[in-house]
Every structure is written in C-alpha cells, then in structure tokens.
C-alpha cells in the first residue's frame, strides 16, 4: 500500500496562475481532506469530502475549489493564485467507523507551494 | 479554535521518558483526544487516542485525568528521532483534525 500520495512535491507559481493539486489513496477510505500548513502554525481544514460525490468547505476555502473525482482521488485547485497561498499543502484520508466513531487519519507528504 | 493548550516547547534527556501535557478543559463526554506528531514539515503521523481510559500502544501511552480535562502523552524512551512538534487534537464535528501550535520537543544527547 502506497497510503496516501501527493502531485506535485513542489511547485512555484506566478500570481494569477493557476494549478491542480492531486492526491489519492489505495486504503479505500471514505472521507478525505486538504488542510494547508503556514510557517509556524498548525494544519487547518480548507475542503473535505465525506464521500464519494460530496464535498463541503472547512475553515478557510477562499480561493480553492475541489473535486472527488471518485473513492480513491481528491483534487484541490488555485484557479487563481496569490502570494497569500503560499504554504504547504497536505491531503489525508480517513475511514469512519461502523460505530460512527473514527480510526486514524493518514496523511500525504505534502506539496510546497511558492506563489510569487 | 482549537480545543486544546499546550506548552509551546520542551526539552527531554535522550532515552528519559518525555511528558507532553495538555489542556482540553471543554471537551465534551463522547469526544476522543487524538496525539500527532510532525517531523520536519512531513506529514502528520498518528500516535495514539483515547476517550476516557489510559491507552499504550507500541509507540507512547496516554494518560487522561479522571475528569477528563486534561492528558498527557508519555514517551517512555525518548530518542533523538522523537525531537517533533506534537499536536493534542480533538477531533471536529466533520471528522477533520482541529490543529492547534502544539509542543516543540527537543530530545537533547
């Protein structure tokens, strides 16, 4: 099992470009997540999914859209990026429980995003 | 917000057991707390959880107060490998993992 894979590992970009974040899982978990890490700060929650074909925003979505493509991918796309986008990006997946309570959250590598 | 408080730092003599406490004064009866830890900028990576009872496993154990209010994760055997920023997580209401600044452990020779 590779877990939880990230695309790119690093990418820089202009302001105003845009770009597809990939991340996928071979653990067939239902829920997946992207969280973005700024310097010094802690993860925070920008877009999760559920399930498959459902997605819903977290705590700071501004400037992000994503799609579950199926079971196994999660997207996160800049259709537009700024210098505030700066950060590290990482994907994780988790299974929830028949008891309705949760297992471990997997997470990717990360990619390290530069927005100049 | 996070739910939880930790010390911003700590340093641990290598092979001493390091205490990592943490604050969760509001959780609620049926939330678990979860410990995480992130090596240099990697992933997050699992450590252990527990809702009301001490948990061990093969990498720490977990201590929770009887009022539930607070917890402390011990690593019994500190290794240069354990130096990590360690996060004390309540879990969100849609599964996500509500980071906080966590403790910056040091393991020292």
């Known amino acids: 099992n590779a877990g939880v894979t990230q695309t790119p590992k690093f990418q820089v970009l202009k302001t105003g470009q845009s770009m597809t974040l990939q991340c996928a899982q071979d653990m067939n978990h239902n829920s997946m997540y992207w969280y973005r890490q700024d310097p010094g700060m802690g993860l925070r929650l920008i877009y999760y999914s559920a399930s498959e074909g459902t997605t819903d925003k977290g705590e700071v979505p501004n400037g992000y859209n994503v799609s579950r493509l199926n079971k196994r991918e999660f997207s996160l796309r800049l259709e537009s990026a700024a210098p505030s986008q700066t950060s590290v990006y990482f994907c994780?997946?988790?299974?929830?429980?028949?008891?309705?309570?949760?297992?471990?959250?997997?997470f990717g590598p990360g990619t390290r995003l530069t927005v100049l | 917000d996070a739910k939880t408080t930790q010390p911003p730092s700590m340093d641990c003599a290598e092979g001493r057991a390091a205490n990592l406490p943490c604050n969760h004064s509001t959780i609620s009866g049926n939330e678990y707390v979860y410990w995480y830890r992130q090596i240099h900028s990697q992933g997050p990576q699992y450590i252990i959880h527990?809702?009301?009872n001490n948990e061990t496993n093969e990498m720490a154990s977990l201590i929770i107060t009887e009022d539930r209010k607070s917890s402390t994760l011990i690593l019994p055997h500190a290794t240069l490998r354990d130096t990590a920023v360690y996060y004390c997580?309540?879990?969100?209401?849609?599964?996500?993992?509500?980071f906080g600044k966590g403790t910056k452990l040091s393991v020292k020779p």
């Open positions: 527990g809702l009301k």
């Open positions: 997580i309540v879990r969100g209401s849609q599964g996500n993992l509500i």
């Open positions: 994780a997946s988790i299974t929830i429980l028949t008891s309705g309570s949760y297992n471990e959250q997997f």
